[in-house]
């Protein structure tokens, strides 16, 4: 599977972005599809996740209420609709597939990872 992330750039606190990942190579719609972030000098950190059949969405307690995990399997795309951004959310976004399909807050757990895509919110 090789994943495009994208939909990053500089907003102010309180706006929103929608990133996206793209899957190309496997049908997304199988997989258990995660984000992450890692900002700097930080570990990389869970953000959300959704499993294969969508019936499980969990959220990290920082983001949960702000930020929504979605796809579509027609796009074989992912989704990370984020809303109230804070400072703290600036990081670098990564979107990931679990081959397993269960979805995991581990990052251990996923096989495939998309180039990240910045996220930048200034105060």
């Known amino acids: 599977v090789q994943l495009q992330a994208s939909g990053g750039g500089l907003v102010q606190a309180g706006g929103s972005l929608r990133l996206s990942c793209v899957a190309s190579?496997?049908?997304?719609?199988?997989?258990?599809l995660g984000w992450f972030r890692q900002a700097p000098g930080k570990e990389r950190e869970f953000v959300a996740t959704?499993?294969?059949?969508?019936?499980?969405?969990y959220y990290a307690d920082s983001v949960k209420g702000r930020f929504t995990i979605s796809r579509d399997n027609a796009k074989n795309t992912g989704y990370l609709q984020m809303y109230t951004l804070k400072p703290e959310d600036t990081a670098v976004y990564y979107c990931?597939?679990?081959?397993?399909?269960?979805?995991?807050?581990?990052?251990?757990?996923?096989?495939?990872w998309g180039q990240g895509t910045k996220v930048t919110v200034s105060s």
């Open positions: 990931a597939v679990d081959l397993l399909g269960l979805g995991s807050k581990q990052y251990t757990f996923y096989n495939y």
């Open positions: 190579g496997r049908t997304l719609s199988r997989y258990a």
């Open positions: 959704i499993n294969w059949s969508d019936s499980r969405i």
